[in-house]
Nanobody, 119 residues
């Protein structure tokens, strides 16, 4: 089992910044990928950004140039720095962890943290 605890969400004005954190604990072996997804009301969950154990990054086009994902392997933590936030970034943001060990198909989700961008 892997537990994910997210923090850092909240209410921010357009153009503002927030930093999300997600700490993983439990039965964790490298390599593993971590990432952030989001789900707005009435919409499907979508990828925001992912990062591999070798720091290879994939980001949605809508956040390129504004959001930065990073990780601290010693702390089993992934971060999402969100700058120049827009109202359309409003969503519940979910942390994801999944194993990249051959034959290990485990994937886990955090409980979600609300991000609201509004004036």
């Amino acid at each position: 089992q892997v537990q994910l605890v997210e923090s850092g969400g909240g209410l921010v004005q357009p153009g503002g910044s927030l930093r999300l954190s997600c700490v993983a604990s439990g039965t964790i072996f490298s390599p593993y990928d971590m990432g952030w997804y989001r789900q707005a009301p009435g919409k499907q969950r979508e990828l925001v950004a992912t990062i591999t154990s070798r720091d290879s990054i994939n980001r949605a086009d809508s956040v390129k140039g504004r959001f930065t994902i990073s990780r601290d392997n010693a702390k089993n933590t992934v971060y999402l720095q969100m700058n120049s936030l827009k109202p359309e970034d409003t969503a519940v943001y979910y942390c994801n962890w999944h194993s990249m060990i051959p034959g290990d198909h485990r994937t886990y989700w955090g409980q979600g943290t609300q991000v609201t961008v509004s004036s």
